[in-house]
Nanobody, 119 residues
Framework: QAQLQESGPGLVKPSQTLSLTCTVS??????????WTWNRQFAGKGLEWIGG???????NLNPSLRSRTSISRDTSKNQITLRLSSVTPEDTAVYYC???????????WGQGTQVTVSA
């Protein structure tokens, strides 16, 4: 079972770019049965899918966030990176990375990291 660990700043100022890294152990991010996603959960609300990246590096982004979002990977470090630009307090949430095992539809989740956008 893969282990996923999110890391990044817990506090970001408005208008800045949020950058989070998901470090994966136990599985290779270029494994062709995996799809890697970023998600977030607002306090008291459900999960929002931000986007994902395939084993080959193709990205899919939530249309509502596409203009501000990029997802990339570093295969040498086995890491997936999320960048969200021009953040506002409305981007305050717990951010999670997750691995989808395509053939089974099952997910492995990171523990999540709280990000607060505030001046």
């Amino acid at each position: 079972q893969a282990q996923l660990q999110e890391s990044g700043p817990g506090l970001v100022k408005p208008s800045q770019t949020l950058s989070l890294t998901c470090t994966v152990s136990g599985d290779s991010i270029i494994g062709n049965d995996y799809y890697w996603t970023w998600n977030r959960q607002f306090a008291g609300k459900g999960l929002e899918w931000i986007g994902g990246i395939t084993y080959s590096g193709t990205t899919n982004l939530n249309p509502s966030l596409r203009s501000r979002t990029s997802i990339s990977r570093d295969t040498s470090k086995n890491q997936i990176t999320l960048r969200l630009s021009s953040v506002t307090p409305e981007d305050t949430a717990v951010y999670y990375c997750a691995k989808l095992l395509i053939r089974s539809g099952s997910y492995d989740w990171g523990q999540g990291t709280q990000v607060t956008v505030s001046a």
